[in-house]
């Protein structure tokens, strides 16, 4: 429980194109040689951010997680990141939690970028998903998500819920400030480790994205930051210095109780 690593792969991607793109993500994670435990990839990492599920969607048994599990395997890593997903006649923006085992758990994107159309092609999720590594608890959302803070906040009774709050993500570069400004936010009123993914280049609207992938304590202290550059970059989040933050400054004690209700059909 004293560390835990994870890997974030800042990356352009190859607009539409699962193929391209799982071959170059392969070659990158296969050529991490730090030690490392969670490898997070960016949102939509096999296609880019696009509206068109009903050509580019995949079941759970498809290509894309099939290819997440071999190399949570063979890397023996945690891997993450979130795919077009077809269920049941509806489309999910779907994060997935790959063990090396081949278990996995998944995250559908609550909050839709309504001003993209992603409303309209996507069904939205309405249960959070809070993975446990190593005695941490990691709360996963999807880019958007991070515009809304009651969904990530923190539900507070004799300790805080989670541990650290990662987010991956296609955000555009000329939005770029309300990015780092949320993310520091979420670290901030949450006292945790803020984990932020998200990928560079241009996408097939046209629309650029400058990464400005992100890492942050419990006090809103950058740890990593890149920005425009592709990058894969291996850092250590330590308990002692999120339990030193706690408990200097016990914020989380005062938080105000609340539930979260859902209108939204299963």
Known sequence: MSSLSFTIIQTNLHWEDREANLSMLEEKIMGIRERTEI??????????????????AEQMDGRTVQWMKRMAAAKKIVLTGSVIIEENGHY?????????????????????????????????GNKRLIAQVKG???????????R???????????????????????????????????????A????????????????????????????????????YHKQHEEDIYTLVLERSRLTEVREKFPFWKDADQFNIISNEEE
């Open 92 to 124: 999910y923006n779907r994060l997935l939690w790959v063990l090396p085992d081949g278990q996995l758990g998944h995250y559908d994107k609550r909050h839709r970028f309504a001003f993209a159309g992603e409303d309209k092609a996507y069904t939205p």
């Open 39 to 56: 490898v997070v990839l960016p949102e939509m990492f096999s296609t880019g951010f696009s509206m068109q599920p009903a050509r580019l």
């Open 136 to 146: 941490w608890k990691i709360n996963l959302q999807v880019c958007y998500d991070l």
């Open 148 to 186: 809304f803070p009651v969904w990530a906040r923190q539900q507070v009774t004799d300790a805080p819920e989670y541990d650290v709050l990662l987010y991956v993500a296609n955000w555009p570069e000329r939005r770029s400030r309300a990015w780092k400004s949320l993310l520091t936010a979420r």
């Open 188 to 223: 901030i009123e949450n006292q945790c480790y803020v984990v932020g993914v998200n990928r560079v280049g241009v996408d097939g609207n046209g629309i650029n994205h400058c990464g400005d992938s992100m890492v942050l304590d419990a006090l809103g202290t950058t740890l």
